[in-house]
């Protein structure tokens, strides 16, 4: 059978589940020529989702960690395709892949076909701005890794503007508002406290740490509501002794160039502003040649991860809505799940070209963690035996950095790891702890 003739799958999306999927499944059917393994993505390169928090803030360099698809694919038999997703066609098995454009314009890549086998979507999410008027003009997100950096490069700059304007920052051109107090607009909270307090270390010394002023503002009534009250509660008390304001129970209800403006009628004036409120799928999903979808355009899915009107396309991670037996709501957003999806989907894929029938997803809660960045780490770990456990200081810490070293397992393996590990201890001697370009 020639290369062409092979059965093709296609994964779309080069997220933490997309990328581990497609590397285990190049080790196992693209090295052995038993499948073409293909990636389709709309960016280069990839970083973990749970960092982005650090890249904003300027303590995590995304570019000396960011993995290239092109040399992952190399390296572990499968090919990457770069561009985005625009639409399906399920009668002929076929993928339409948009145009892509350099920063002038110019077109480089036009738009595309691609023809599968069997197709995975795990596109991730994106920030839900509910509509909310003025979010979208004012409002940073940090769902990519370009607006990660977008958002630090604002962020020195700005630091760069009042240091050397002369005269005292205006009201609120250095106060930072979080609209959300989920993991990420806790997170990185915890990271701009950090920075603020480096400023002077490396010359910025016309700036007062005092003058910038970080808000935590949360709808709900408490911080972190997804997870278990004990964890939250630490969690607040840990910002509240780094000085951050926390507002619960106040919704946003309109954004401008100079403030956030609440329900309660507060003006919380701010130059910078974070949207880190919610999450949904991208819009795009719910409009691929039927495939059912839920309201924030999540693809439901089987519990094989099959999606529920064409048994060839499969989804995984945040764009999918996934059963999750003996519980109400389906399968959450988070990176484990997308972890535990792949590992699944992996065994489906290979199963379903032999035509055996396939498992279905057992969603395993190993518990939370959020890491308050060298102040603290809190969370709970899950057992059978003991219940929920909650951790918290250096032993949460461990925990929290091993997540992020499992993930460079599954797409490195443990050696390599462990070299890069290594890498990083040293580098991080002679680095700066926050990112000055």
């Given at each position: 059978m020639s290369h062409e003739e092979l059965p093709h799958i296609i994964v779309v999306g080069g997220g933490a589940g997309g990328l581990e999927l497609v590397t285990r499944l190049g080790r196992k059917l693209g090295k052995r020529n038993k499948a073409r393994i293909t990636l389709v993505d709309c960016d280069t390169t990839h970083i973990w989702k749970?960092?982005?928090?650090e890249v904003a803030a300027g303590t995590f360099d995304s570019y000396e960690n960011q993995i290239e698809f092109m040399a992952q694919g190399a390296k572990k038999h499968f090919r990457f395709r770069l561009g985005r997703l625009e639409g399906i066609d399920r009668e002929k098995r076929i993928i339409h892949v948009a145009p892509t454009f350099n920063e002038e314009g110019e077109q480089v890549i036009p738009?595309?076909?691609?023809?599968?086998?069997?197709?995975?979507?795990?596109?991730?999410?994106?920030?839900?701005?509910?509509?909310?008027?003025?979010?979208?003009?004012?409002?940073?997100m940090l769902d990519s890794t370009s607006q990660a950096e977008r958002f630090q490069k604002?962020?020195?700059?700005?630091?760069?503007?009042v240091h050397t304007q002369g005269h005292p920052p205006e009201p609120g051109q250095l106060d930072?508002?979080?609209?959300?107090?989920?993991?990420?607009?806790?997170?990185?909270?915890?990271?701009?406290?950090?920075?603020?307090?480096?400023l002077k270390t490396y010359g910025l010394d016309q700036i007062n740490p005092d003058d910038i002023h970080i808000t935590i503002v949360e709808g709900a009534d408490r911080i972190l509501p997804g997870l278990p009250p004990r964890l939250s509660q630490a969690a607040h008390q840990q910002l509240q002794k780094l000085g951050i304001r926390i507002l619960t129970g106040e919704r946003v209800v309109r954004a401008t160039a100079?403030?956030?403006?609440?329900?309660?009628?507060?003006?919380?004036?701010?130059?910078?502003?974070?949207?880190?409120?919610?999450?949904?799928?991208?819009?795009?999903?719910?409009?691929l040649d039927g495939l059912e979808s839920n309201r924030i355009h999540q693809l439901v899915v089987e519990p094989t991860l099959q999606t529920t009107r064409d048994e060839r396309i499969f989804a995984l991670g945040d764009c999918a809505q996934c059963p999750w037996p003996g519980q109400e709501r389906p399968v959450p957003p988070r990176a484990q799940a997308a972890h535990q999806q792949a590992s699944l989907l992996y065994r489906n894929l290979i199963r379903?070209?032999?035509?055996?029938p396939l498992l279905p997803f057992r969603y395993r809660d190993y518990g939370s963690l959020v890491s308050l960045g060298k102040y603290s780490t809190v969370g709970n770990l899950m057992s059978n035996l003991t219940g929920s456990v909650m951790i918290e200081g250096y032993f949460?810490?461990?925990?929290?950095?091993?997540?992020?070293?499992?993930?460079q397992v599954a797409l490195f393996g443990f050696f390599p790891t462990l070299l890069i590990s290594m890498s990083?201890?040293?580098?991080?001697?002679?680095?700066?702890?926050?990112?000055?370009?």
């Amino acid at each position: 059978m020639s290369h062409e003739e092979l059965p093709h799958i296609i994964v779309v999306g080069g997220g933490a589940g997309g990328l581990e999927l497609v590397t285990r499944l190049g080790r196992k059917l693209g090295k052995r020529n038993k499948a073409r393994i293909t990636l389709v993505d709309c960016d280069t390169t990839h970083i973990w989702k749970p960092l982005l928090h650090e890249v904003a803030a300027g303590t995590f360099d995304s570019y000396e960690n960011q993995i290239e698809f092109m040399a992952q694919g190399a390296k572990k038999h499968f090919r990457f395709r770069l561009g985005r997703l625009e639409g399906i066609d399920r009668e002929k098995r076929i993928i339409h892949v948009a145009p892509t454009f350099n920063e002038e314009g110019e077109q480089v890549i036009p738009p595309r076909t691609f023809q599968y086998d069997l197709l995975v979507i795990a596109v991730g999410s994106i920030s839900n701005d509910f509509g909310i008027e003025g979010v979208k003009e004012h409002c940073m997100m940090l769902d990519s890794t370009s607006q990660a950096e977008r958002f630090q490069k604002r962020l020195l700059q700005r630091f760069l503007k009042v240091h050397t304007q002369g005269h005292p920052p205006e009201p609120g051109q250095l106060d930072i508002a979080i609209c959300g107090a989920g993991a990420t607009g806790v997170e990185l909270a915890a990271q701009l406290h950090k920075v603020r307090n480096l400023l002077k270390t490396y010359g910025l010394d016309q700036i007062n740490p005092d003058d910038i002023h970080i808000t935590i503002v949360e709808g709900a009534d408490r911080i972190l509501p997804g997870l278990p009250p004990r964890l939250s509660q630490a969690a607040h008390q840990q910002l509240q002794k780094l000085g951050i304001r926390i507002l619960t129970g106040e919704r946003v209800v309109r954004a401008t160039a100079e403030a956030i403006h609440t329900e309660s009628g507060k003006v919380l004036p701010a130059g910078i502003k974070v949207w880190a409120a919610g999450i949904k799928a991208p819009d795009f999903l719910s409009q691929l040649d039927g495939l059912e979808s839920n309201r924030i355009h999540q693809l439901v899915v089987e519990p094989t991860l099959q999606t529920t009107r064409d048994e060839r396309i499969f989804a995984l991670g945040d764009c999918a809505q996934c059963p999750w037996p003996g519980q109400e709501r389906p399968v959450p957003p988070r990176a484990q799940a997308a972890h535990q999806q792949a590992s699944l989907l992996y065994r489906n894929l290979i199963r379903k070209l032999r035509g055996q029938p396939l498992l279905p997803f057992r969603y395993r809660d190993y518990g939370s963690l959020v890491s308050l960045g060298k102040y603290s780490t809190v969370g709970n770990l899950m057992s059978n035996l003991t219940g929920s456990v909650m951790i918290e200081g250096y032993f949460a810490r461990l925990m929290y950095l091993s997540l992020y070293k499992m993930h460079q397992v599954a797409l490195f393996g443990f050696f390599p790891t462990l070299l890069i590990s290594m890498s990083h201890f040293f580098k991080a001697t002679i680095n700066p702890e926050m990112k000055l370009h």
